[in-house]
């Protein structure tokens, strides 16, 4: 039977590189975003896929039920379905500040988008969670190393790996395996862009990774599309990183 799969934060960077991805492994997609995700749903449908859009702010509770109930009424409508059987928990926020600069609001916003999104959203979905089900949580290679002024933003991929590894065993009766991915630096959107439009930033972390390069958002979408099928049905409460072997 073809798997549906719900992935936070896909209207771009990683989120969208891995609705793309799981889409071309014939996964159908429910896009969700923020602002509705419509351009990738249309891209997956022109490339023959299927997808449906669902708005989702992750940082806030009252839209995780909204997009509770949109998304098991999207999947009914569209493929008479009514279980999800792989949850992406990618949307995520940087906060890149040394400790005299950090206020108390940005380290509350860091962590109910990256900490506690995951773990409602995931409660939420999980009575609608098929048997045997995939969670992945998308972590940072910054749960490993430590890089100045990324304390918060460490912290708050440190403790989704808590709960990953948590959430593992507690649903693992259930056949549900998570596990969290460790993107190293990928040029996308994040960080104000600099991992992709800085030729200066890319040059230092290039220097600093095994591989010699920043990733591509489709070196960690093809990650997690792996992370997801039969061949590792055998992984649970794993990090795994994909960093290019960033700060050996
Ligand atoms: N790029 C890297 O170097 C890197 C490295 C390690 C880990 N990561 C992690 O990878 C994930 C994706 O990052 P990215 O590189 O794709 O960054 P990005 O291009 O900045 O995209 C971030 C995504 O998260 C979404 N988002 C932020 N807050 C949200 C909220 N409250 N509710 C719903 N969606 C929200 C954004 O939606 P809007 O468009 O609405 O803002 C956007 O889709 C994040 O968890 C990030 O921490 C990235």
Redesign the pocket.
Known sequence: MTRIALI??????????TALALARNQIRVVA????G?HDVVEEIVASGGEAIAVR?????LT?IEAARVAVLAGIEKEWSASTIDVLV??????LFAPLGDIAAEDFD?TF???VR?PLFLTQALLPHLSEGARIVN?????SRHSSPATSV?AA??KALEALTRSLALELGPRGIRVNSI??????????G?A?RDSDAMREFLSGQTALGR??D?DD?ADAISALVSHEFRWASGERIEV?GGVLM
């Open positions: 936070t934060g896909s209207n771009r960077g990683l989120g969208r590189a969700a975003s923020r602002d995700a989702l702010d992750v940082a806030d839209s928990n990618n949307a995520g926020v940087g916003a109910s988008t990256n999104g998308v972590s940072s290679s910054l933003y708050s991929k460790a993107p190293g630096p990928t040029a996308t959107d994040f960080n862009g991992m920043v990733g958002p960690i960093s």
